[in-house]
Each structure stands twice: as structure tokens, then as C-alpha cells.
T-cell receptor, first 110, second 115 residues
């Protein structure tokens, strides 16, 4: 089953601009996570936000969570070419099982 | 450094010939997962182990099996690979869920080609 859908599917921006990706999911969650995947590689954990949290920051990343709308957003500020990757949200179905969304392919142009 | 290691990085197998992918971890995590990721798609959970307890996803084909002989190692066996099984296979680990703050740790993946 696929829990999350991400929007947009692809995003192309200039270096220095901000990038915003959105994730919508279907059922109640305990946690939501965001991951980055460089082409042909494994996924790297970026940030975890719990259902009782509304916003979380990590460096240039800002994640928001709106459980009433069943949605989350990931903002990358001052983007760099090295941020070019696919970004996935993952939501829990049960205590320790996460299902990944469809992903957003971000391209940052130098 | 503590990590999750997948071997091999690339695997080519013949149609119908059994193949095994391996994953090892030095994190001492309780839970190990196998995901299948096809090109430009989301990773799809195949199954996971919580310690020695095996949990299969309902839509995982019988062609896919897994073994976890000890905490550190987990194997994915594909009994009769078909062309549709060509994908990246990702192994991930996580610690006890009551202490989850860090999410999963993923290996670099094994890209499987079926010829």
C-alpha cells in the first residue's frame, strides 16, 4: 500500500532559491519522516516530526505537519546544486513500519 | 563507523536463477527491512524482521523470501527472478521503536538486473 503522495512530482529551481515540497497522506500517523535519495543510492534520513509537533528545523530544512489536513511540507532554504536529489516522505503504519510517498525530484541549477 | 552494508552493489542474474542479496549492520538495531524500488518509484516495503520475528507484507510475492540468522545479517532470496524483479533493493535498520528519533538507516542498495 502507498500511504503518501508528494507534490510536485518534479521541481527545478535556481541555486539560492527556496524549494518547497508537499506530502499528503491518508490515515492517522504517529510520526512522519523525510528522506533524500541521490541518484542510484540509498536513502538518507533528514528529519522526523511527531504527530504532536507542528514544525521542526534542521539547518536549512524546515518541516511542517498539519495532522488535520493530513499533510506535511519540506522547505529547503537557500538551495545548492548539491541538494539535487529525490525527496520522499514516509509515514508510519504501525509502530515501526514506514510507507514511502511517491517522491519529488528536485533539480537545483547552478 | 556504524553502518548498513549491502553486497553486492550490482548483481546480474539469469531469468529463473535463484539469487541472494545480503545486508549487514553494525548498529545493533532490532529491526531490519527490505524495500524494493523500481525506477522513478517510491521504495516498496517487502518485509521486515523485529529481532527474529518475520513480518511479510500482504502483497509481497511468494518468490521473495528472507532470512535473518543473527542480529547483524539479513538476506533477501529471490527464488525464481523474473524480468519484473529488476530493481534496486534497499536494506534499512531501525532501533527499538520506543526510542525512535532518528528514522531508518539505509544501505546503499543492490541494483539487480535480470537477463
Amino acid at each position: 500500500s502507498q500511504q503518501g503522495e508528494e507534490d510536485p512530482q518534479a521541481l527545478s529551481i535556481q541555486e539560492g532559491e527556496n524549494a518547497t515540497m508537499n506530502c499528503s497522506y491518508k490515515t492517522s500517523i504517529n510520526n512522519l519522516q523525510w528522506y533524500r535519495q541521490n541518484s542510484g543510492r540509498g536513502l538518507v534520513h533528514l528529519i522526523l516530526i511527531r504527530s504532536n509537533e507542528r514544525e521542526k528545523h534542521s539547518g536549512r530544512l524546515r518541516v511542517t505537519l498539519d495532522t488535520s489536513k493530513k499533510s506535511s511540507s519540506l522547505l529547503i532554504t537557500a538551495s545548492r546544486a548539491a541538494d539535487t536529489a529525490s525527496y520522499f516522505c514516509a509515514t508510519d503504519e504501525g509502530t515501526y513500519k514506514y510507507i514511502f510517498g511517491t517522491g519529488t525530484r528536485l533539480k537545483v541549477l547552478a | 563507523d556504524a553502518m548498513v552494508i549491502q553486497n553486492p552493489r550490482y548483481q546480474v542474474t539469469q531469468f529463473g536463477k535463484p539469487v541472494t542479496l545480503s545486508c549487514s549492520q553494525t548498529l545493533n538495531h532490532n529491526v531490519m527491512y527490505w524495500y524494493q524500488q523500481k525506477s522513478s518509484q517510491a521504495p516498496k516495503l517487502l518485509f521486515h524482521y523485529y529481532d527474529k520475528d518475520f513480518n511479510n507484507e500482504a502483497d509481497t510475492p511468494d518468490n521473495f523470501q528472507s532470512r535473518r540468522p543473527n542480529t547483524s545479517f539479513c538476506f533477501l532470496d529471490i527464488r525464481s527472478p523474473g524480468l519484473g524483479d529488476a530493481a534496486m533493493y534497499l536494506c534499512a535498520t531501525s532501533s527499538d521503536p520506543s526510542r525512535v528519533n532518528y528514522g531508518y538507516t539505509f544501505g546503499s542498495g543492490t541494483r539487480l538486473t535480470v537477463v
